[in-house]
């Protein structure tokens, strides 16, 4: 599975924006990039995915560069309930096998009042 | 429209004893996916149906774990016998499509202790 790298952790206050950024330099031309998140005593929570143009939604959205090596999440303004570890998951496309999402570590956001 | 549910929500039991999750996706998804994070670590996945047959397994840690979904609904997750290293929480997740665009819909997840 592509590896993907994000930084184990990030402080935000609230209502400002909050920019995840995640690394995939192996990022194979089929796969999704997937955006997860979990809160406490919860299971992990879909965000967002994307292929290659940004994509937006009601919950945040998705800035994927050109070569797709990279991208970053935004949360337009986060409140105390963004408060969450972010995966960022590559998942294969159609001839991918089982296309099961490959956790990392994540990022671990705190949000302050 | 219900989620991916999981029963029970927590579980205590003695080393040796045995276990069954179980998870009832969301109605139509045919493929289920469990994970399981053990404490400190990282969500790992354990298996994949794709209706009532085995996709993918390869994340089943050892003949311990036995998982079904006969009629490609509900699925459990049996632990026989357990160990206490198989303590942590084990995730279901159902998903439309095994493809890379879509999302997967999870549960709450089992809180497994063995003690």
């Known amino acids: 599975d592509a590896k993907t790298t994000q930084p184990n952790s990030m402080e935000s206050n609230e209502e400002e924006p909050v920019h995840l950024p995640c690394n995939h330099s192996?990022?194979?031309?089929?796969?999704?990039i997937h955006w997860y998140r979990q809160l406490p005593s919860q299971g992990p929570e879909y965000v967002i995915h994307g292929l290659t143009s940004n994509v937006n939604n009601r919950m945040a959205s998705l800035a994927i560069a050109e070569d797709r090596k990279s991208s970053t999440l935004i949360l337009h303004r986060a409140t105390l309930r963004d408060a969450a570890v972010y995966y960022c998951?590559?998942?294969?496309?159609?001839?991918?096998?089982?296309?099961?999402?490959?956790f990392g570590g994540g990022t671990r956001v705190l949000v302050k009042p | 429209e219900a989620g991916v549910t999981q029963f029970p929500s927590h579980s205590v039991i003695e080393k040796g004893q045995t276990v069954t999750l179980r998870c009832d996706p969301i109605s139509g998804h045919d493929n289920l996916y469990w994970y399981r994070r053990v404490m400190g670590k990282e969500i790992k996945f354990l298996l994949h149906f794709v209706k009532e047959s085995k996709q993918d397994e390869s994340g089943m840690p050892n003949n311990r774990f036995l998982a079904e979904r006969t009629g490609g609904t509900y699925s459990t997750l049996k632990v026989q016998p357990a160990e206490l290293e198989d303590s942590g929480v084990y995730f279901c997740a159902s998903s439309p499509k095994g493809q890379g665009e879509a999302e997967a819909f999870f549960g709450q997840g089992t809180r497994l202790t063995v003690v």
């Open positions: 192996t990022i194979s031309g089929t796969d999704y």
């Open positions: 998951i590559l998942r294969g496309g159609p001839k991918a096998a089982g296309n099961k999402l490959t």
